[in-house]
């Protein structure tokens, strides 16, 4: 009989004494019957549960032995697959755990066999990029990825061993290259110019490319420098002359010919560079030095003028700027303009970087509403229309606030400064007035134009040449009848005055607007003020048109018109 028989054999005595001792306990007590058979049934619940949860605990362990036992043995096929060896035989008539554990443990084995054929293959590998990248040559032909043979592996070796004294055969020809090439650059008093050649000189020597193109193109550099160097002397030689002679027509002083000593003897690069600079310099001196300092401080001076708003006038004023007798007076004035410039723009700095917001926010709110007007922007926008929109929204509002905080800058600035704030000759506020006009009447057109009733009464109205008209065909509306330019910098005409001299062709309508009758003839209107001219009409457009829409969507009579018109 099994001890572990036995020992079950104990336990139930074990419980039977127990049960005897709790019903001893229950009598003496004086417990009824009915809570003994209570308290009975709780110690076999008890017990049970105790049983079933063992029995629960050891079903599993078997369970995870089977699964353990399958993957091992999937996994050791793979990797006797993976390694070139032979499957695995398993020894028979073993228990479960000994199974489990035997399969387990050349697993283990096989896993760590796999694990150095790769570490080995992963540092040949790396090994032999290096050798690549040194010699320019293809890799060793054998997959990073899978498991090596040992044959494999050796073959790999002897490859290595071959790269590798070729690659120091290569590197000890490339160092006695190097060596000559910085010899002949120092000669030059040359720096590496191409990549090629800053690989050479720069570069350290275990990375630089040692194929066969690359000490090909070392030898041919070397040659290259060497009749350079030949040239240079020839070269060098002949501006001695020419310096020579130069010093002795200008008489240049003994002590400032020595100071140059050195480079009427040396040949190399340096030398070769300052016997350039001193015929230029003898050549030249005082002319080219006044001309490049001087024209060096227009071009900060144009740059000012731009930040600062000057008009074509104002840059005119500065008559020394437009001189080309470069003397030092003139330099002199470009240094007191440019030190005035800056010292300007520093003080009202904030004032001007405001202008500048100002012009691109309008600039993109106009571009906006120009897209507004296209009637493909309803197709193939994506989200870009209600992004436009809401931009659109924001600069409206923006733009005011913006011109509100400028007006109070500008006011500050023509107190301090005692006359009139100007961008490019005109007055910036009426500049954002007269735009922001432009825009309404813009506007007012485009919704005259969509408003054939609107149309033709303005047509009635106004039945002189239609070259003075808002244009209400195909397309945008022309505004040069009623819509005044912008000034530019040197106009002294206001867009009024302008607007006027263009509606000179209406000015016979004074007394009255004709009415084509179907006679043929003109019938006047009757109108409380008979000295009614149309460029009152021109000046308060915006007002015509709202009231001229008041009286066309009012469908009222002629008489009701005329009154219309006579209140403007």
């Known amino acids: 009989m099994r001890k572990s028989e036995v020992l079950a054999a104990e336990s139930v005595a074990c419980l039977n004494k127990a049960l005897c001792h709790l019903k001893d306990i229950w009598e003496e007590i004086g417990i009824p019957e009915d809570q003994r058979l209570q308290r009975t049934n709780v110690v076999k619940n008890h017990i049970k549960g105790l049983l ?13 032995l089977l699964s353990s036992i399958e993957a091992c043995r999937e996994q050791l096929d793979t990797l006797c697959l993976e390694l070139q060896l032979p499957p695995f035989e398993e020894e028979r008539g073993v228990t479960m755990l000994q199974q489990e554990k035997e399969i387990r443990t050349q697993v283990e084995v096989l896993v760590k066999e796999r694990t150095q054929r790769m570490q080995q293959l992963k540092a040949l590998t790396e090994r032999d990029q290096d050798l690549c990248d040194t010699l320019c040559s293809d890799p060793y032909a054998l997959d990073p990825n899978a498991v090596p043979s040992l044959e494999q592996l050796d073959g790999f070796r002897q490859h290595i061993t071959s790269q590798t004294t070729e690659k120091e055969r290569r590197h000890a020809e490339f160092v006695g290259i190097k060596r000559q090439i910085i010899l002949c650059m120092d000669d030059l008093d040359q720096l590496p110019e191409t990549s090629f050649e800053k690989d050479i000189v720069c570069e350290d020597q275990e990375a630089f490319c040692l194929s066969k193109d690359n ?12 009749e ?59 002319r080219l030095n006044m001309r490049n300092v001087t024209e060096a401080i227009r071009s900060e001076i144009a740059v000012l003028w731009e930040k600062c708003f000057f008009s074509s006038d104002q840059q005119q004023a500065f008559v020394p700027y437009f001189s080309n007798d470069f003397t030092e007076e003139l330099l002199g004035l470009h240094e007191a303009e440019i030190l005035r ?43 870009n229309l209600l992004k436009e929109e809401k931009q659109k929204a924001e600069l409206h509002k923006s ?19 005692a006359r009139e704030f100007l961008v490019n000759g005109q007055k910036f506020l009426q500049f954002v007035e007269e735009q922001w006009e432009l825009y309404r009447i813009k506007k007012e057109n485009e919704k005259l134009e969509r408003n054939p009733n609107l149309r033709d009464t ?21 505004l040069s009848s009623f819509v005044p330019s912008v000034r530019t910098p040197g106009r002294s005409k206001t867009p009024l005055a302008g607007l006027q001299e263009r509606n000179k062709e209406n000015m016979g309508l004074v007394t009255g607007l004709g009415v084509p009758l179907q006679s043929g003839g003109f019938k006047t209107l009757a109108s409380p003020q008979h000295n009614f001219s149309i ?3 021109a000046s308060t457009y915006s007002e015509f048109a709202r009231d001229l829409s008041k009286a066309t969507n009012t469908k009222s009579k002629p008489d009701i018109l005329n009154s219309t018109i006579a209140h403007l």
């Open 228 to 286: 350079r160097k030949a040239e240079n002397q020839a070269v060098c030689e002949a501006h001695r002359e020419k310096i020579q002679e130069l010093w002795d027509r200008l008489q240049v002083p003994q002590e400032e010919r020595e100071l140059f000593s050195e480079h009427m003897v040396a040949s190399k690069k340096k030398n070769l560079d300052a016997l350039e600079a001193e015929g230029r310099r003898l050549m030249e001196l005082k």
């Open 535 to 537: 460029n009152s009409v």
């Open 52 to 64: 079933d949860m063992m029995i629960t605990e050891e079903e599993s362990l078997r369970t995870r």
């Open 458 to 478: 303005v047509l009635v109205l106004f039945p002189g040449p239609r070259s003075n008209l808002v244009s209400f065909g195909s397309g945008k509306p022309d």
């Open 215 to 226: 000490i090909a193109s070392l030898k041919l550099l070397l040659g290259q420098l060497e």
């Open 341 to 383: 410039l800056k010292q300007h723009y520093e003080e009202h700095k904030e004032l001007f970087e405001g202008v500048h917001r100002w012009e691109e926010s309008w600039r993109l709110f106009l571009e906006l509403e120009e897209k507004a007007t296209d009637p493909s922007r309803f197709t193939n926008r994506g989200g």
């Open 399 to 417: 733009l005011p606030r913006l011109e509100k905080k400028l007006k109070a800058q500008i006011d500050v600035w023509e107190q301090d400064q």
